[in-house]
């Protein structure tokens, strides 16, 4: 989606009817979505407050398994998202599909539930069911895991945020070199762990409590105030809340 498209959709008020195609208004206490992350916008609230909101497409979620006690020994809700070539899917994944009648996905998770939601699923979910924005109410706290943007191969300074030497008074090419990384004769050696230069970024990260500012029904969008780990278009996890 375009950043005008991102606009079009946060700017305006939350609709009040949902599509024909919306998704099946189903809340299971501990379940979460799959979603992309679509980027980022402000809205206004009625006080003319702006509010800086991260915009996660969630629409599509389909139930490719339901996990049980007697069959697996928990009990979990297995999700698909997003569509993968014909291709690009193994014979196994597509038998996995195929037996819950549902479009293979580019994103497969599952989400482990308590035991006593057992009963609640038995009666509203079952393979091929379509989740979305019904999941959740505006208001509601939520966790958003994601892959944080890459930065490659990236400096002490720039990846432990340490602090540099000042660029003047006699320094010459020191400003924004790590120092010493050893000790003395003994031990002799650069001791495991010592933060140094090397990858930066591309890591699985969470961000807590992030309240869900509106819900777009008829494009399947949530709008949460702050920003949420990845780029533009990254895949990403939304719970609820487990420290609200």
């Known amino acids: 989606m375009a950043d005008a498209d991102v606009r079009g959709a946060a700017g305006g008020p939350a609709p009040e009817t949902t599509s024909a195609a919306a998704a099946a208004p189903v809340r299971i206490a501990g379940l979460g979505l799959l979603g ?41 809700v297995q999700l698909a998202h997003g569509l993968r070539k014909r ?88 400003t924004n070199a790590p120092g010493s990384i050893g000790m003395r004769q003994d031990p002799g050696r650069v001791m495991p762990g010592k933060r140094m230069a090397g990858h930066l970024g591309d890591e699985q990260r969470t961000t807590h409590n992030l309240v869900i500012a509106r819900i777009d029904e008829q494009r399947q969008l949530l709008l949460v105030r702050g920003a949420v780990p990845g780029a533009r278009g990254g895949r990403v996890i939304v719970r609820p809340a487990v420290k609200a």
Request: zero cysteines; a positive charge; proline letters at 1%.
């Open 36 to 76: 992309r992350k679509v980027g980022m916008t402000r809205i206004f609230g009625e006080d003319g407050e702006s509010v800086a909101v991260t915009v996660l497409e969630v629409a599509d979620n389909r139930v490719t398994q339901i996990k049980t006690v007697a069959t697996d020994g928990y009990v979990a």
């Open 87 to 174: 291709s690009r899917v193994s014979k196994a994944e597509a038998g996995h599909y195929a037996k819950a009648a549902v479009e293979a996905g580019s994103t497969l998770r599952e989400f482990r539930l308590d035991v006593s939601a057992a009963s609640q699923l038995a009666g509203e979910l079952k393979p091929g069911t379509k989740l979305g924005v019904g999941q959740f109410e505006v208001g509601q706290k939520v966790d958003v895991t994601g892959v944080t943007i890459g930065k490659g191969f990236s400096g002490a300074i720039k990846r432990h945020h340490f602090s540099s030497n000042r660029a003047s008074h006699g320094n010459s090419v020191s």
